[in-house]
C-alpha cells in the first residue's frame, strides 16, 4: 500500500470539493482512502467591542474564547434563561454583531435574540434571529437597525441545534459606533491635531478627527505615508486607541500604520504597527490595545498604506487611559491597587488576579479573572446600592466598599 501526497499553494478556501480523475480505458482502478488536510477558514477576526467590554456568563463559565481570535477555541453555556451580558466599554450604537461556530454541530445555538440597555436602564429588543451553520468554523453575521446608544448588550439563546440546553459557540464579534463623549472617564482630548498633508476640502480638516462626530471625518490626498498628530499639555498614559471609519469608500480606509509616542515631538518611540486593517462596517469604531503603554505628550500615527484608493479618511481617533494611574511610577509600579470614577473601575495588578464582587447581602454577583498588568471594569451592569469590590492576587489583597 502507497501513500501519495500532494500539496496545493495559494489555494483560496472552499466548502466543496470534487476529484476528476483520468484514466486509461479498461485499466483497473482502486483508492484505499482519500484525505483532505487542512485548516478551517474562520474569515477575517476584527478588533471589535468584545475585546474591550466585560462579559459574563450566566452559568458563571468562561467567556475568554468569546474574544481570543481563535476559531477552534470555544466558550460553552448551558442553563435555562441562559445567556451572555455584554457590558460595553463606551455608550454605543450598535450595527451588527457575528457568531462563529464552535466544534459541536449539535450545541450550535439555533434560536437567539440580543437584547440592548441604555444608561437609564431601559430595553430595546435589537435583534432575533434562527441561526443555520453549514459548517464547523463558519461565521453568522446579523444587522442591528437602531440609532439607540447602548452600554450593555445580552445575548439570549432561547434553543439550541440539539434541543438541549447547552450551547457552544467559538467567537462573538459586536461591531458598532462608539465614540465617547467629553468627560467620558478614560477618554483623553488633544490640544491640538496636526498632519503632515492638507486637507481634501476647508470642511474635511484634520480637526475633525477629534470632534466626537461620527458624520464628519478627515480626508486627504495619499500619495505615500501620512502623519496624523495628538498634542497634550502633558504627558498621558494612553493605553487603548480607536479608529472609526468613515461612512463610505471604502478604498479610502487605512490598512497599514504605525502609532509611535514622543516626549519632544522629535524623538519617537514605537508603540504599535499594524498591517492589512479592515473595518467591519462604515461607521465601526475598533479598539486596538498598545503592547507596551508609557506617558507621552505627543502621539503620532503614520499611516503607510490605504485600502486601494489615492485618498485617505478616517472619521474619528481616541486615545484612552486610566484616570487614576501614576504616570511618574507606571512603569515601577508594583502595588496592587484598585480606583472608580465614574463607573470605570481602574486596576493595576502585578500578577494575575482575581476580581470579585459582592452585595451587602453577601451574594457573590462577579467573579473574574483578571490580566497582570493594566485592566478596566465598566460597573454599569451593577444597580444602584453599596457593594463590596476586592482583588486578590497571590497573597495581596484590595477591597473597598463602594456606592452605585
Same mark, same amino acid.
Given at each position: 500500500?502507497?501513500?501519495?501526497?500532494?500539496?496545493?499553494?495559494?489555494?483560496?478556501?472552499?466548502?466543496?470539493?470534487?476529484?476528476?480523475?483520468?484514466?486509461?480505458?479498461?485499466?483497473?482502478?482502486?483508492?484505499?482512502?482519500?484525505?483532505?488536510?487542512?485548516?478551517?477558514?474562520?474569515?477575517?477576526?476584527?478588533?471589535?467591542?468584545?475585546?474591550?467590554?466585560?462579559?459574563?456568563?450566566?452559568?458563571?463559565?468562561?467567556?475568554?474564547?468569546?474574544?481570543?481570535?481563535?476559531?477552534?477555541?470555544?466558550?460553552?453555556?448551558?442553563?435555562?434563561?441562559?445567556?451572555?451580558?455584554?457590558?460595553?466599554?463606551?455608550?454605543?450604537?450598535?450595527?451588527?454583531?457575528?457568531?462563529?461556530?464552535?466544534?459541536?454541530?449539535?450545541?450550535?445555538?439555533?434560536?437567539?435574540?440580543?437584547?440592548?440597555?441604555?444608561?437609564?436602564?431601559?430595553?430595546?429588543?435589537?435583534?432575533?434571529?434562527?441561526?443555520?451553520?453549514?459548517?464547523?468554523?463558519?461565521?453568522?453575521?446579523?444587522?442591528?437597525?437602531?440609532?439607540?446608544?447602548?452600554?450593555?448588550?445580552?445575548?439570549?439563546?432561547?434553543?439550541?441545534?440539539?434541543?438541549?440546553?447547552?450551547?457552544?459557540?467559538?467567537?462573538?464579534?459586536?461591531?458598532?459606533?462608539?465614540?465617547?463623549?467629553?468627560?467620558?472617564?478614560?477618554?483623553?482630548?488633544?490640544?491640538?491635531?496636526?498632519?503632515?498633508?492638507?486637507?481634501?476640502?476647508?470642511?474635511?480638516?484634520?480637526?475633525?478627527?477629534?470632534?466626537?462626530?461620527?458624520?464628519?471625518?478627515? !480626508?486627504?490626498?495619499?500619495?505615500?505615508?501620512?502623519?496624523?498628530?495628538?498634542?497634550?499639555?502633558?504627558?498621558?498614559?494612553?493605553?487603548?486607541?480607536?479608529?472609526?471609519?468613515?461612512?463610505?469608500?471604502?478604498?479610502?480606509?487605512?490598512?497599514?500604520?504605525?502609532?509611535?509616542?514622543?516626549?519632544?515631538?522629535?524623538?519617537?518611540?514605537?508603540?504599535?504597527? !499594524?498591517?492589512?486593517?479592515?473595518?467591519?462596517? !462604515?461607521?465601526?469604531?475598533?479598539?486596538?490595545?498598545?503592547?507596551?503603554?508609557?506617558?507621552?505628550?505627543?502621539?503620532?500615527?503614520?499611516?503607510?498604506?490605504?485600502?486601494?484608493?489615492?485618498?485617505?479618511?478616517?472619521?474619528?481617533?481616541?486615545?484612552?487611559?486610566?484616570?487614576?494611574?501614576?504616570?511618574?511610577?507606571?512603569?515601577?509600579?508594583?502595588?496592587?491597587?484598585?480606583?472608580? !470614577?465614574?463607573?470605570?473601575?481602574?486596576?493595576?495588578?502585578?500578577?494575575?488576579?482575581?476580581?470579585?464582587?459582592?452585595?451587602?447581602?453577601?451574594?457573590?454577583?462577579?467573579?473574574?479573572?483578571?490580566?497582570?498588568?493594566?485592566?478596566?471594569?465598566?460597573?454599569?451592569?451593577?444597580?444602584?446600592?453599596?457593594?463590596?469590590?476586592?482583588?486578590?492576587?497571590?497573597?495581596?489583597?484590595?477591597?473597598?466598599?463602594?456606592?452605585?
Amino acid at each position: 500500500m502507497t501513500t501519495a501526497v500532494y500539496a496545493l499553494e495559494d489555494v483560496p478556501a472552499y466548502q466543496y470539493f470534487k476529484f476528476v480523475f483520468e484514466i486509461e480505458q479498461g485499466a483497473p482502478v482502486s483508492f484505499g482512502e482519500i484525505q483532505l488536510l487542512g485548516t478551517l477558514d474562520f474569515g477575517r477576526f476584527y478588533p471589535d467591542l468584545t475585546a474591550f467590554s466585560y462579559i459574563t456568563a450566566s452559568d458563571g463559565n468562561s467567556v475568554s474564547p468569546l474574544t481570543d481570535d481563535n476559531g477552534y477555541s470555544y466558550a460553552s453555556l448551558s442553563g435555562e434563561e441562559a445567556h451572555w451580558h455584554i457590558n460595553l466599554p463606551v455608550p454605543t450604537r450598535v450595527l451588527a454583531y457575528s457568531i462563529v461556530s464552535a466544534n459541536d454541530a449539535g450545541l450550535d445555538p439555533k434560536e437567539v435574540t440580543l437584547i440592548g440597555t441604555q444608561e437609564d436602564g431601559s430595553e430595546t429588543s435589537l435583534s432575533k434571529r434562527t441561526l443555520n451553520f453549514s459548517t464547523r468554523g463558519s461565521r453568522s453575521t446579523n444587522s442591528i437597525s437602531s440609532s439607540k446608544l447602548f452600554t450593555s448588550l445580552d445575548l439570549n439563546i432561547i434553543s439550541t441545534a440539539s434541543g438541549g440546553t447547552e450551547t457552544r459557540i467559538a467567537e462573538l464579534e459586536i461591531y458598532g459606533t462608539a465614540i465617547a463623549e467629553t468627560g467620558w472617564p478614560g477618554l483623553y482630548l488633544p490640544v491640538e491635531v496636526s498632519s503632515s498633508a492638507q486637507p481634501a476640502s476647508a470642511t474635511e480638516g484634520v480637526e475633525k478627527l477629534s470632534d466626537q462626530n461620527k458624520t464628519t471625518r478627515y !480626508r486627504t490626498a495619499f500619495e505615500g505615508p501620512q502623519s496624523i498628530m495628538f498634542s497634550f499639555s502633558e504627558p498621558q498614559f494612553i493605553e487603548t486607541y480607536a479608529l472609526t471609519a468613515s461612512k463610505d469608500e471604502e478604498s479610502r480606509d487605512p490598512r497599514s500604520w504605525t502609532l509611535e509616542g514622543s516626549l519632544d515631538g522629535e524623538t519617537w518611540t514605537l508603540l504599535d504597527r !499594524r498591517s492589512d486593517q479592515a473595518f467591519s462596517q !462604515r461607521y465601526a469604531t475598533q479598539f486596538y490595545r498598545l503592547v507596551s503603554p508609557a506617558a507621552y505628550q505627543f502621539y503620532r500615527l503614520t499611516v503607510t498604506e490605504v485600502n486601494g484608493s489615492n485618498q485617505l479618511q478616517i472619521a474619528q481617533l481616541q486615545m484612552f487611559a486610566f484616570e487614576s494611574t501614576d504616570l511618574a511610577s507606571v512603569q515601577a509600579q508594583e502595588e496592587l491597587t484598585m480606583n472608580l !470614577r465614574h463607573g470605570l473601575l481602574s486596576i493595576f495588578a502585578p500578577e494575575a488576579a482575581v476580581l470579585t464582587i459582592h452585595d451587602m447581602q453577601g451574594r457573590q454577583l462577579v467573579r473574574q479573572s483578571v490580566a497582570k498588568g493594566y485592566s478596566t471594569f465598566p460597573l454599569g451592569m451593577l444597580s444602584r446600592g453599596l457593594y463590596v469590590i476586592s482583588i486578590q492576587a497571590g497573597e495581596k489583597k484590595v477591597a473597598r466598599t463602594v456606592k452605585r
